[in-house]
């Protein structure tokens, strides 16, 4: 029997509309005390896979106190749904988002009017502000929950498996503006050292789950499932048996072979830097004694131009008293 494609199985959420939802988010942080916001998600069916490739916001409030008192325009999504359509027709309202950042009372009410545009419609939390780390979005459906007592059938969410997937192209754009945002004052290996912290606390949290999954099947709180118990002994079969010794002596020699290359490059480094500190000292002191050596025909050359100048102006004294003499010599003879 083939499934049903109508009925999603998982939902694969792309780079493009996380990032619209923290614009959105922000933008209407900056107006006001918004505490979250609502959109529209675009995207397509295959197979069940629900594949979430854009979405738009849409004017959203909410009474804070009464649930049951909400807004929506429909006729703004109405007509921005329109002229997404006419630049790509294959993107249909697939669901909508809310950054939550948990299921709220009036969810299945605002679900009901998405409805009117898609029948099987999908409500993707996406939170903009994350504290822990995993995935920041969960998908839900609407499903009709029936009552043991007779009682009329309500409306409620089924939670479905999500993911984060994206295209080649979304890969580099996204490899380019993580490229723009890191921090530039920090060094490579620093941030190395915060991937790798983050990437244990990552491993920690999964693993506290599993710890609680296990325990919860031991006291039957959960039934056993047996899919999850087979990728566990996967698990622990890939784990290295750690009490072997050519084990530990491998691990020992690869441990001293890499603080071997540290060391040595450190060793060079310095080298290097006290090579260089060599040099600009041997500069400097070469250029001092060029300097002074430039400056002693500049005051030779001076001293002889003062002196020059001063023996033409001793001339011109003595040849203005050897004039006047002769004047007055002729002046002495024509009274006689």
């Not at 959105?24 to 995207?43: P, S």
């Not at 790509?88 to 950054?99: D, F, L, P, Q, S």
């Amino acid at each position: 029997m083939s499934p049903d494609p109508s009925k999603i199985s998982n939902v694969v959420v792309h780079p493009l509309v996380l990032l619209s939802v923290v614009d959105h988010f922000n933008r209407m942080g900056k107006v006001g005390n918004v505490k979250r916001v609502v959109g529209v998600l675009l995207g397509s069916n295959r197979q069940g896979v629900l594949d979430v490739s854009n979405s738009f916001a849409v004017p959203f409030d909410e009474d804070g106190k009464e649930s049951e008192v909400w807004y929506l325009d429909h006729d703004y999504l109405e007509n921005m749904y329109g002229m997404f359509k006419k630049v790509n027709a294959r993107e249909k309202i697939v669901g909508w988002y809310h950054t939550g950042p948990k299921l709220l009372q009036n969810d299945v009410i605002i679900n009901e009017l998405v409805r009117k545009y898609c029948p099987n419609s999908v409500l993707v939390i996406i939170d903009a502000k994350p504290k822990t780390l995993g995935l920041p979005t969960e998908a839900y459906i609407a499903v009709e929950e029936v009552h043991d007592d007779g009682t009329p059938t309500t409306k409620t969410f089924e939670h479905v498996p999500s993911e984060i997937g994206a295209e080649e192209a979304e890969e580099v754009g996204v490899e380019h503006l993580l490229r723009d945002i890191k921090d530039t004052s920090v060094g490579t290996l620093s941030q190395r050292v915060t991937n790798q912290l983050m990437g244990l606390k990552g491993l920690f949290s999964q693993l506290q789950e599993i710890h609680s999954y296990l325990e919860k099947v031991s006291t039957g709180a959960l039934p056993i499932n047996h899919q999850i118990v087979y990728h566990l002994q996967d698990i622990f079969n890939l784990l290295p048996d750690v009490n072997l010794q050519s084990f530990v002596k491998a691990v020992y020699v690869k441990t001293n072979d890499q603080m071997l290359v540290v060391y040595l490059a450190s060793l060079i480094r310095s080298i290097i830097a006290l090579h260089n500190l060599i040099n600009n000292k041997v500069q400097s002191r070469d250029a001092e004694k060029n300097e002074g050596k430039e400056k002693e025909p500049k005051e030779k050359k001076k001293e002889d131009a003062t002196a020059k100048d001063k023996g033409d102006s001793d001339k011109k004294e003595s040849g203005g008293k050897t004039d006047s003499t002769k004047d007055s010599k002729e002046a002495a003879n024509k009274k006689k």
